[in-house]
């Protein structure tokens, strides 16, 4: 761009000194309503993103779930296998994808949903916010987001680059993934802020955060109520959600125990109150040293 040209057209960045690629009209996702899941490494947005889906799935919904990790594990409790991944297919076809079907990547899992691995390069070699982006285009192409109600993107790891944010470019809704630990809050403070610098561009706003294997939630809803964030759901540390993903399946394929019970009811829970809208929040993250200080634990 000729920024001497009073002609050129000027788009702010997401963000200062971003230099992400913005998304390209063509490719906005449609009349879905479009979440990204995202949370510190280990802390459960897999889990958390097949058990919403197989809730939204038990609602009536059409459900598909992108899992957005090169390890392409986001989606196998609703499959019972690790999928091929949208790279994986591309490169057979020496990524011509006008070779591919539908059936090459999209799988049936659990209840109808549909799940998508989008996978990522080799480590060190390119960038997810690409894969994402391709990922999307593919699926337009083939028209299936035309028959989609809800679409869940569960993104790996703390949002730390452009890249990783990329799903936000789609998302309507941006749900956190915490325990009630220092590290995840302090993933999560980032994280929110990556969220706000990608609102300012774009339709995504911050949902609310999840409480996950957790026996108790005070630090976290301590912290919400520090910065304007408030907390949608809590799920308790269970042995039954451990030994789901052991027997690679869904939590609401598990033995009926109250427990079990229990979570599958707050899943349930979460997915009519996401179905039905959940008002924006502004939420202020901290300042690292801030958030450092702030979460004293005694």
């Known amino acids: 761009m000729n920024l001497m040209d009073p002609q050129a057209k000027f788009s702010p960045p997401d963000g200062d000194g971003s230099v992400q690629v913005r998304l390209d009209p063509g490719d906005r996702i449609g009349s879905a309503k479009v979440f990204a899941v995202y949370g510190k490494g280990g802390?459960?947005?897999?889990?958390?993103?097949?058990?919403?889906?197989?809730?939204?799935?038990?609602?009536?919904?059409?459900?598909?779930?992108?899992?957005?990790?090169?390890?392409?594990?986001?989606?196998?409790?609703?499959t019972k296998?690790?999928?091929?991944t949208v790279i994986d297919v591309?490169?057979?076809?020496?990524?011509?994808?006008?070779?591919l079907r539908p059936e090459d990547y999209m799988f049936e899992g659990y209840n109808?949903?549909?799940?998508?691995?989008?996978?990522?390069?080799?480590?060190?070699?390119?960038?997810?916010?690409?894969?994402?982006?391709?990922t999307v285009k593919l699926l337009k192409q083939h028209h299936l987001l035309e028959e989609t109600d809800v679409v869940i993107f569960d993104?790996?790891?703390?949002?730390?680059?452009g890249g990783f944010a990329a799903p936000l470019q789609h998302a309507d809704r941006a749900l956190v993934v915490a325990a009630n630990d220092f590290d995840s809050i302090f993933a999560m403070n980032r994280i929110v802020a990556a969220i706000g610098a990608k609102a300012r561009n774009?339709?995504?706003?911050?949902a609310g955060m999840i409480a996950n294997r957790s026996a108790e939630t005070d630090e976290?809803?301590?912290?919400?109520?520090?910065?304007?964030?408030?907390?949608?759901a809590h799920f308790r540390d269970l042995d039954a959600i451990r030994r789901s993903r052991l027997k690679k399946c869904t939590l609401f394929e598990m033995d009926d125990s109250p427990e079990v019970r229990a979570a599958q009811e707050e899943y349930m829970r979460?997915?009519?109150?996401?179905?039905?809208?959940?008002?924006?929040?502004?939420?202020?993250?901290?300042?690292?040293?801030?958030?450092?200080?702030?979460?004293?634990?005694?």
């Not at 889990?47 to 919904?61: D, E, P, V, Y």
């Not at 296998?81 to 091929?84: A, D, E, Y």
């Not at 993104?155 to 680059?161: A, Q």
Request: proline share 5%; net charge negative.
């Open 90 to 99: 591309l490169e057979t076809v020496e990524f011509h994808a006008e070779e």
């Open 220 to 232: 976290i809803d301590r912290f919400g109520e520090a910065i304007g964030m408030k907390r949608l």
């Open 112 to 134: 109808g949903v549909m799940c998508v691995e989008a996978g990522g390069p080799p480590a060190g070699t390119g960038c997810g916010g690409y894969v994402v982006g391709q």
């Open 81 to 84: 296998k690790l999928m091929p």
């Open 43 to 78: 802390i459960g947005k897999s889990t958390t993103s097949s058990n919403l889906s197989a809730a939204f799935s038990k609602l009536g919904h059409r459900v598909l779930q992108i899992g957005c990790d090169p390890k392409h594990d986001s989606t196998f409790t609703l």
């Open 202 to 206: 774009y339709d995504v706003r911050l």
């Open 155 to 161: 993104v790996l790891g703390d949002v730390v680059c």
């Open 270 to 298: 979460l997915a009519r109150l996401l179905w039905a809208g959940v008002d924006p929040i502004e939420a202020h993250p901290m300042k690292d040293r801030d958030i450092f200080d702030f979460l004293g634990f005694e």
